[in-house]
């Protein structure tokens, strides 16, 4: 396992959906820990790098609604 560490950039406000939204990327194959980052406009994210691409990773944030650029 390769795990890798990145941190995205909120584009607003997280909203109550928002964090159901993040709580269920936990469940996510591959997702190994999402949190959000004092002050709260950044996501840190924690992934296997064997089983997910940073492309694949993003896409899957966006899929489930977490709000990226």
């Known amino acids: 396992?390769?795990?890798?560490?990145?941190?995205?950039?909120?584009?607003?406000?997280?909203?109550?959906?928002?964090?159901?939204?993040?709580?269920?990327?936990h469940s996510v194959y591959g997702f190994l820990a999402l949190r959000i980052q004092p002050p709260g406009d950044e996501l840190f994210v924690e992934y296997d790098f064997s089983r997910l691409s940073a492309k694949e990773v993003q896409g899957a944030l966006h899929e489930n609604g977490i709000p990226i650029p």
């Open 1 to 25: 396992m390769t795990k890798v560490q990145t941190t995205y950039r909120l584009s607003r406000p997280l909203t109550g959906d928002d964090l159901q939204n993040i709580a269920r990327m």
